[in-house]
């Protein structure tokens, strides 16, 4: 007895030299200075997100260029912990924390072991202009978890961020980090739908709660044109897009980026059905709305698509929410499954 308590009482003098308590490897881990907190902060209500709330620019700052990003991660992550890491971009003319809603995977960090980033550009458009504040932000996270830690790191854009996804992850500085990319509405790897009818497209309102995107003609083209040629690196490549966002063709029925990783014919999973809306939507464009464009949030249903059986484990799906536009939040159900589908990728 007398030496089980002369060795308790060296183990706390060592921690204390040491400073760091006994307990320190099952303490929960704080990524920078950002303290978790359950909700997360600046988290919309159910309905009706306010203006205000959906602006914000983040929880966290990048040092280096002294621009706030919002980092969302679980409150009891632990040192060595491996995680998935997501650095998640809104489209044009939006912002952030609305990006954070639109794809509301913050409310999943915790169930799925997510680290989440979520930038901002100032111009409400993302350009070349950004590309130092978005790495700085990754070799934040990189070096806080440790990179052996990071199982996956995944690019997720929301149209204009879904091309800027396309852009950078052809540089040098993302192409030998990210093993998979989630296009919602941002452009398809291996042949894009064609168009819906965006003819009735309502002029910006001057509203305080922010729009979505640009309107997406020019925008839209532009990153067809880059679609064509497809980035040489190897990534994992789910889509996710609105039903009255493409013409009546639907969803082209193959993918050569399927084919690149000998991936078998397209299935049809179990439809993903939501009795719940979304967190967010353009309130700039009702009036008139636009089923292309997209309307009030509400329940909905979508269609799962997958290419199976590809080369390393690669994922290649692709999801069609119906009956829905371009800026409406996903609900619960299909964020979840794009979650499972990224998860599902073994590298």
Request: hydrophobic share 35%.
């Given at each position: 007895?007398?030496?089980?308590?002369?060795?308790?009482?060296?183990?706390?003098?060592?921690?204390?030299?040491?400073?760091?308590?006994?307990?320190?490897?099952?303490?929960?881990?704080?990524?920078?200075?950002?303290?978790?907190?359950?909700?997360?902060?600046s988290h919309c209500p159910d309905e009706k997100?306010?203006?205000?709330?959906?602006?914000?620019?983040?929880?966290?700052?990048?040092?280096?260029?002294?621009?706030?990003?919002?980092?969302?991660?679980?409150?009891?992550?632990?040192?060595?912990?491996?995680?998935?890491?997501?650095?998640?971009?809104?489209?044009?003319?939006?912002?952030?924390?609305?990006?954070?809603?639109?794809?509301?995977?913050?409310?999943?960090?915790?169930?799925?072991?997510?680290?989440?980033?979520?930038?901002?550009?100032?111009?409400?458009?993302?350009?070349?202009?950004?590309?130092?504040?978005?790495?700085?932000?990754?070799?934040?996270?990189?070096?806080?978890?440790?990179?052996?830690?990071?199982?996956?790191?995944?690019?997720?854009?929301?149209?204009?961020?879904?091309?800027?996804?396309?852009?950078?992850?052809?540089?040098?500085?993302?192409?030998?980090?990210?093993?998979?990319?989630?296009?919602?509405?941002?452009?398809?790897?291996?042949?894009?739908?064609?168009?819906?009818?965006?003819?009735?497209?309502?002029?910006?309102?001057?509203?305080?709660?922010?729009?979505?995107?640009?309107?997406?003609?020019?925008?839209?083209?532009?990153?067809?044109?880059?679609?064509?040629?497809?980035?040489?690196?190897?990534?994992?490549?789910?889509?996710?897009?609105?039903?009255?966002?493409?013409?009546?063709?639907?969803?082209?029925?193959?993918?050569?980026?399927?084919?690149?990783?000998?991936?078998?014919?397209?299935?049809?999973?179990?439809?993903?059905?939501?009795?719940?809306?979304?967190?967010?939507?353009?309130?700039?464009?009702?009036?008139?709305?636009?089923?292309?464009?997209?309307?009030?949030?509400?329940?909905?249903?979508?269609?799962?698509?997958?290419?199976?059986?590809?080369?390393?484990?690669?994922?290649?799906?692709?999801?069609?929410?119906?009956?829905?536009?371009?800026?409406?939040?996903?609900?619960?159900?299909?964020?979840?499954?794009?979650?499972?589908?990224?998860?599902?990728?073994?590298?």
């Amino acid at each position: 007895m007398k030496q089980s308590l002369q060795l308790t009482g060296l183990l706390a003098v060592t921690a204390l030299w040491t400073g760091v308590p006994a307990f320190a490897k099952k303490a929960p881990v704080q990524l920078g200075v950002v303290a978790c907190k359950t909700p997360p902060p600046s988290h919309c209500p159910d309905e009706k997100c306010p203006g205000e709330m959906v602006v914000e620019q983040g929880n966290a700052v990048e040092p280096k260029t002294g621009r706030k990003f919002f980092l969302d991660y679980p409150c009891d992550l632990k040192k060595g912990e491996k995680v998935t890491f997501i650095l998640s971009l809104h489209g044009g003319g939006s912002y952030g924390n609305w990006q954070r809603h639109y794809f509301p995977i913050l409310d999943y960090a915790k169930k799925y072991r997510l680290v989440i980033a979520t930038p901002n550009a100032p111009p409400r458009v993302w350009a070349q202009v950004d590309d130092e504040y978005l790495q700085n932000i990754v070799n934040l996270v990189y070096t806080q978890l440790g990179k052996q830690n990071i199982k996956a790191f995944w690019l997720v854009g929301h149209s204009q961020g879904g091309m800027t996804s396309n852009r950078i992850v052809r540089t040098d500085f993302f192409k030998e980090k990210v093993t998979g990319w989630l296009s919602l509405s941002g452009g398809r790897l291996g042949g894009s739908p064609g168009r819906g009818s965006f003819t009735n497209l309502a002029p910006r309102a001057q509203a305080p709660t922010p729009g979505a995107g640009q309107p997406p003609a020019a925008g839209l083209a532009a990153a067809a044109a880059a679609l064509r040629e497809p980035p040489a690196n190897d990534f994992s490549f789910i889509f996710t897009t609105g039903q009255f966002e493409m013409d009546e063709k639907g969803l082209p029925e193959s993918s050569t980026w399927a084919a690149r990783y000998g991936c078998g014919p397209r299935v049809r999973k179990a439809d993903t059905a939501d009795t719940k809306a979304g967190y967010v939507y353009d309130s700039t464009r009702q009036n008139p709305g636009s089923d292309a464009w997209g309307r009030l949030p509400r329940p909905g249903a979508a269609q799962v698509f997958v290419y199976p059986s590809c080369k390393g484990g690669r994922v290649v799906a692709d999801v069609v929410r119906m009956n829905k536009g371009h800026t409406e939040g996903l609900e619960p159900h299909v964020s979840e499954q794009l979650i499972q589908l990224m998860l599902s990728a073994k590298k």
